[in-house]
């Protein structure tokens, strides 16, 4: 069985930093996507960013030139660095990842930015 697990998320001021991270596990025997998406209170999941196993990337635009998204391949994780975080990045972020052709998702770590 498959598992993803996010840390890394926490309280922070406008202005700061984060870094967060995805690691899978289980039987996985390939790793395409990973990527990562938020739901803030009251509003639908969306998309923040990804990154393929060939190395592309794609961001919202809302956190473009902010985040940046990487992977350590060899350790089947998923990093998201966060910069110039804002009060509305505050959500409960999601990763997600297509593993043996099946899509899987970790249960969330929260990220809180106040003002």
């Known amino acids: 069985q498959v598992r993803l697990v996010e840390s890394g998320g926490g309280l922070v001021q406008a202005g700061d930093s984060l870094t967060l991270s995805c690691v899978a596990s289980?039987?996985?025997?390939?790793?395409?996507?990973m990527g990562w998406y938020r739901q803030a209170p009251g509003k639908e999941r969306e998309f923040v960013a990804v990154?393929?196993?060939?190395?592309?990337?794609n961001y919202a635009d809302s956190v473009k030139g902010r985040f940046t998204i990487s992977r350590d391949n060899a350790k089947n994780t998923a990093y998201l660095q966060m910069n110039s975080l804002k009060p509305e990045d505050t959500a409960v972020y999601y990763c997600?990842?297509?593993?043996?052709?099946?899509?899987?998702w970790g249960q969330g770590t929260q990220v809180t930015v106040s003002s």
């Open positions: 997600n990842s297509l593993i043996n052709s099946g899509s899987y």
């Open positions: 990154k393929g196993s060939g190395g592309r990337t």
């Open positions: 289980g039987s996985i025997f390939s790793i395409n996507n």
